[in-house]
Structures are given as structure tokens and as C-alpha cells.
């Protein structure tokens, strides 16, 4: 069994949890999640926990993989309560499935976060570009790892293709199957570490965590010949202790990424447009047709592609619509709290005068 410092756990945390904590309280951290129910791994056992109804009323207050909670554990039953999630650290949100404006906690508490793609013919620049959008907000330390690099010499992509796309991060072309190159990632995997694998399916996650794993730990599904698309293999969220101490999130291939960032993330993911930017005539330069927009002119010149500035573009707009979705929910709710006020206080006015 583990110890709490084996999951990460460390002075700083300690504080956290002794400021809020109430008798018979522990500390556990969130290691796997269900329908409900989420299993907690803390001093010396492991638990499946379930949270209180007063929260799940509030979303914000719901546990993620990865966080740290203040438990009640029934040991002899192998149960828990979970009582309190520990302010994070760092999280990895993405905007929820559907209609509904929300975020979406795929993780929390992480030091690094692998933007795993594959060099095969569907090598999308797009799709990391808005990845490490995500990441970038989440505070984590972004790391592109491009998988399948035994097959580079089959005309498939390019790693250093992404060099322009992923500024700021570490780009390590790697192999699952051979080995090839995982090396490179030790820096990032130290005891007491924890990162998140993130991507679409197929692109060999589950695999290269088993790589890291020393065996075979998570099912893996092969990819469909002609077209190189995966099936979804991981279907929750869940960490995985590796042999050097690190801890892994596996988290299932995302077909739809919306994005939860603000323009602080999207500057960092588009570096190179911001500092083409410092040297607009406007300083409110959209870069669409405005003079003197010294981005424009670098796509002109060919020191910056199009599809970067389309991108970026792209992602600006729906940051944009999303701040604007939630500033209208916040308004609204605020208009509810304050009705309910209202109604509460001619109540008590009204039984007052009776």
C-alpha cells in the first residue's frame, strides 16, 4: 500500500488540510472516478468514497482525479466520505459536453501535462494548438509528445513541424511500441510527480503509459487499418503509480474539446502572434484588416502561416463567446439569489406582523 507521500503529498499540503480540517478527518487523495463514487488512495489503504448531498449541489465542489479531499474513512466497510476538496493546486478544465455553458474538470493537481499526438498522416497542428491552450490555463507545465516515431521513416509527419506550434513547450518524438525515445520523458516522471496523458484515441496513450509502466497495466485497443484511428480504450479517469515514484492520469480520448481558457492562456499558446502584436500600430489591432498590423504583414511576408493566425483567430472567438455565456449565467443567477432574498425577506415580514 501506499503512503501519502508516495501520492504526493508534502508540507504545503499539510497546512492546507490542518486549516480546514474537523475531527476524525483525513487525508486522501482522489485516485480513480465512477458514476458517483470515486476511489481514494490515503495513508496505507485504499477506499471507495462517495460525497455528501449538500455537494452535490455545486459542481465546483465536486472531486476530480487528482485532487486532494478531507475524508471520513470506514475502514473496516472500505468506505469513505468526502467532506471537502483542498483549494488545487493546478487544473486541467475543459467547457463541458453540450448546450450548457460549464467547466469540466478533467484533472487537478498536476506538474506536467503530455499532449500525446501520433506522426501519421492525421498529425493535426489545430487540435494542439487548442490542447495546449488548455493546458497552458490549467497552470501545468505543457509537454507535446508525438508517439508512432518508429514509423517516421514511412513519410509520416514531421516532428519538428511542431517546433512552431508548440512555443514554450517540450517536443519529444517517442515510441510505445519500441521504446524509442522514452527516455527523453524521465525528467518529468521524479517521485512525488504527477502528470496527465491527454489527447484523441488512437494516438497510443494507454500504451505508452504501459511503457512507462514496466508492463502491461491498461487495456489498449489497435487502430483500424487504412485510416489510423483508434477505439476509445480508457473509459474513466485514473492514476497510475509508475516504477520511479511519478504518478500518471490517464484520461479517455476527448472527441470534443471545448475550450475553458482565458486570453493570458491563448497568448502563451500563440506566443509568436503576441509578439508580432507588440508591434501593431493600434494597440487594439485585431489583425484582420487594420493598418500598420505588423501580424498580418508577417503572414504576408511568409514568416507566419496563415493557418496559425486563422487559429488563432478561431480559438480568440470562442474564448470570447464562452466569457460571454458565463457572464450571462453569473447574471442570472445573481438575479435569482436576489429575488430569493427578496421573497425570504417579505415572508419573515409577514409573519412579523401576524
Request: hydrophobic share 45%; proline share 3%.
Amino acid at each position: 500500500m501506499h503512503s501519502l507521500i508516495d501520492l504526493g503529498w508534502d508540507s504545503t499540503w499539510q497546512r492546507t488540510f490542518d486549516s480546514i480540517a474537523q475531527a476524525a478527518w483525513v487525508p486522501a487523495r482522489v485516485l480513480g472516478e465512477g458514476r458517483d463514487v470515486w476511489r481514494v488512495g490515503l495513508e496505507g489503504a485504499e477506499l471507495l468514497a462517495r460525497v455528501p448531498g449538500r455537494m452535490r449541489h455545486d459542481a465546483a465542489t465536486m472531486p476530480a482525479v487528482g485532487d486532494w479531499v478531507a475524508v471520513e474513512a470506514r475502514l473496516s466497510e472500505g468506505t469513505a466520505t468526502i467532506h471537502a476538496v483542498l483549494a488545487r493546486r493546478t487544473r486541467l478544465s475543459r467547457r463541458a459536453a453540450g448546450r450548457a455553458t460549464a467547466e469540466q474538470v478533467i484533472a487537478a493537481n498536476l506538474d506536467s501535462i503530455f499532449v500525446v499526438s501520433a506522426l501519421d498522416r492525421e498529425l493535426n497542428a489545430r487540435r494542439i494548438e487548442r490542447w495546449l491552450a488548455l493546458v497552458w490555463e490549467s497552470g501545468a507545465r505543457p509537454v507535446v509528445v508525438l508517439n508512432k516515431a518508429d514509423r517516421l521513416g514511412e513519410g509520416l509527419a514531421d516532428p519538428r513541424s511542431l517546433e512552431a506550434v508548440a512555443l514554450g513547450a517540450q517536443v519529444h518524438a517517442v515510441s510505445a511500441r519500441t521504446g524509442e525515445g522514452i527516455e527523453s520523458l524521465t525528467p518529468y516522471l521524479e517521485r512525488g510527480r504527477t502528470v496527465a496523458l491527454v489527447g484523441s484515441s488512437g494516438v497510443g496513450k494507454s500504451s505508452l503509459i504501459n511503457r512507462l509502466a514496466g508492463d502491461l497495466r491498461l487495456a489498449t485497443n489497435e487502430v483500424r487499418a487504412g485510416d489510423d484511428r483508434g477505439r476509445h480504450t480508457t473509459t474513466a479517469r485514473s492514476i497510475v503509480a509508475l516504477p520511479s515514484g511519478a504518478l500518471v492520469v490517464d484520461t479517455p480520448g476527448l472527441r470534443e474539446v471545448g475550450l475553458w481558457a482565458g486570453e493570458e492562456a491563448l497568448g502563451q499558446t500563440f506566443e509568436d502572434v503576441a509578439t508580432l502584436a507588440a508591434s501593431c500600430r493600434f494597440r487594439d489591432c485585431r489583425h484582420v484588416a487594420e493598418p500598420g498590423c505588423a501580424v498580418r504583414r508577417a503572414v504576408d511576408e511568409g514568416a507566419l502561416a496563415a493557418e496559425r493566425l486563422e487559429s488563432f483567430h478561431k480559438l480568440q472567438r470562442e474564448i470570447a463567446h464562452v466569457a460571454r455565456q458565463t457572464d450571462a449565467l453569473a447574471r442570472i443567477a445573481v438575479q435569482k439569489k436576489t429575488k430569493q432574498i427578496h421573497r425570504d425577506m417579505r415572508k419573515r415580514y409577514r409573519e412579523r406582523g401576524k
